[in-house]
């Protein structure tokens, strides 16, 4: 079965640093464009951040030179390093990823979420 987990989620206080990472897992015919999600409590799940195989980057306004997307092709890994954390970042962070599996079309696939607080 493919899977995305992602790890790297805590408490942070205003102004710290965290690194989410998410690797996929399992058989895995094709991997394209991933990114990170978060969903805020009260509120709908927003976009974050994106990323294309060939490294083409986009982000949201509220994080654009704090949040940093990355990713490892060969370990099927993408990262989100998080600067200057504001406590309205607080959210559940998800992983998802477009890709080809065994019997199934091109499609996104979700991680179950990491918590991050931002909190002092």
């Known amino acids: 079965q493919v899977q995305l987990v992602e790890s790297g989620g805590g408490l942070v206080q205003p102004g710290g640093s965290l690194r989410l990472s998410c690797a996929a897992s399992?058989?895995?015919?094709?991997?394209?464009?991933m990114g990170w999600h978060r969903q805020a409590p009260g509120k709908l799940r927003e976009l974050v951040a994106t990323i294309t195989v060939d490294d083409r980057t986009t982000y949201v306004d509220p994080v654009k030179g704090r949040f940093t997307i990355s990713r490892d092709n060969a370990k099927n890994t993408i990262y989100l390093e998080m600067n200057n954390l504001k406590p309205e970042d607080t959210a559940v962070y998800y992983c998802?990823?477009?890709?080809?599996?065994?019997?199934?079309?091109?499609?996104?696939?979700w991680g179950k979420g990491t918590l991050v607080t931002v909190s002092s």
């Open positions: 399992g058989r895995i015919f094709s991997l394209y464009a």
């Open positions: 998802k990823a477009d890709m080809v599996v065994p019997g199934a079309p091109q499609q996104d696939y």
